[in-house]
Structures are given as C-alpha cells and as structure tokens.
C-alpha cells in the first residue's frame, strides 16, 4: 500500500494586497544625531584613538617622541604595581557585586511584600544613588577615622579601636561598604520591577500546593529573575571596575598603595610623566571593559527577546 503525501499547502496571498514597504527615516531625524555625532568624537572617539596610538611610543603627554612598539607593554605586564592594582580592583569588584546583589535582592523582596509603608521606604533607600560619590566618601570617611573608633572604645571592642583606613589589612572593606551603600539603590530598583513582573497566580497556585516561602524563593523567584540578577551583575562588575572617586575621597590608595585601584594608577601616572606607559595600561584597561559590556548587551537583548 503507498502512502500518499498530501500537497504542501501555500498561502496565497489575498487578491489586491501587497507587502508594506518599509518606511524610510525622515532625513530630518538625522540631523539631530549630528551634534551628538559631534560631541562623541571630539570628547571620546579621538582622544581613545589618540591614546592607544600614543602606547605605542615613548611619548611624556608633550614634545618630541619615538616608536617603542610593544615595550610599554611588555614593561606594564612585569610591574608589579601595575599588577597589584589590576588584582585589587578585580578582587574589589568581585567582592562587592555579590555584597551589594545580595542585600539589594533581599530588600527587593521585601519592599514588594505586603508591607506598610513600603512606597515610601523604596523613596528612602534610593536616596544613596542620587548623592555625589566623593561627597558619601567624605563623610564616610569621617565616620571611620573617627565615629566608629570612638564607639569601639566605648564599649571595648579592640578590633575597631583604630580607624581601618589606617590598616592595610582591612582598608579594602571600608571600600567594599561604601561603594556597596551607594550601589545598592540602583540594583534595587531593577529587582523591583523584575519582583513586580512575576504573575501573583504562580504564588497562588504553589501556596494551594502546599510550597512554602522558601520554596517560592527556591522554585519560582529565584528562575524568574535569573536574567535580572545577570544584568546586575555585569552592570555592577562593569561600573565597579571604574572606581576612583570613592577610594580617593576614603583611602587615596592607602595605607601604602594596598586600596590603588587602575583608575587611580592610570591617573597618578599622568602626573610623573608616564604618560605612554599609562596609556598602555587605559588601553588593557579599555579592552577588560569592553568586553564586559558587550556581554551585558548580549544579555540585554536576550532578555528583551
């Protein structure tokens, strides 16, 4: 017995319609893209361009230079102070991303609860976000050199008697807290809205299953918001990699160079001529960065699909 394949079915199109053409920009538009165009050139595109060309050379920021190729780099690889402040600002960054991921989706749990006053209180806890950097750094700063030293005397806590600015061991930490205060808002706010866009019927219906709070979390939550919290992540591993204010307005890189973060290197170096030889280090520094951003976007647009 032969099987027979039925026809491919083809969907005519209806008599008299024809495909939409696509619609074409108004010229308009672009003109005002131009002064932005501009802008972007003149302040970023060149001077990067500039500064990478510039690497490459012997170069001071001034007068006469020569081509020294791949030295810089080569010098910058085998400078342990170099290396010191890469490893610190990464080991920095990766410490507080989980601090400030971990408190911020624990208060986005609860400022979504049902509990009073939560509108105000998400008012309140966003306020660190809109304050200046060096200015939390300052203050900060007075709080640890002398309020919490003051307290810890008090009441005979010997570990905190001494400011831990002053301490290379623990300096790291006053960073790790400041930094974390201040990012904690903006994490907070994309937890939020990803909290509020899980259907309340997913919770309705475990809860008639029986499944607990925790199991909520574990089942539900947690899954939903697994795209929220890798956005947060590399947003914040991005952003921390740049740290400069607070740790100047805090530590200056102290005690020592143990808190000197690339940023603060790239720029001490411009002060004493090392103007080529930092450029090769914004450049690697340029390209870590890069790199994470184009993993943000990749996770960006998979979200948004």
Known sequence: MTLMTPPARHTARPHGLRPTPKKRPDPTHFLFLIPT??????CIALPAVMGIFFSFTNS???????FVGLANYQLMFTDPAI?????????????????????????????TS????????????????VVSP???????????AKTLPAAAQAVGFGPLEES????????????VVVTAWQAIPQALLIY??????????LYEASALDGAGAWQQ???????????YISINVIIAFKNFLNAYDIIVGLTEGGPGTSTRSVAMTIFSGFETGDYAYQMATATIFFLITLAIALVQLRLTRRKDQ
């Open 164 to 175: 831990i600015l002053a301490n290379p061991d623990l300096a790291w930490a006053s960073i």
């Open 217 to 227: 979390m574990r089942m539900i939550t947690i899954p939903l918001m697994a795209s």
């Open 60 to 66: 001071v920021g001034y007068g006469d230079w020569d």
């Open 114 to 129: 049902q509990i009073r006053a939560r509108v105000p209180m998400r008012a309140i806890f966003v306020i660190p976000m």
């Open 83 to 111: 290396m010191a402040s890469f490893w610190f600002t990464l080991w920095f960054s990766a410490v507080t991303v989980i601090v400030t991921n971990v408190i911020a989706f624990l208060l986005a749990v609860g400022l």
């Open 37 to 42: 165009l501009v802008a972007f050139t003149l």
């Open 192 to 201: 939020i809205a990803g909290l509020l866009a899980i259907p309340a019927d």
């Open 134 to 144: 060096i200015i939390i750094a300052f203050v900060f700063q007075f709080l640890f």
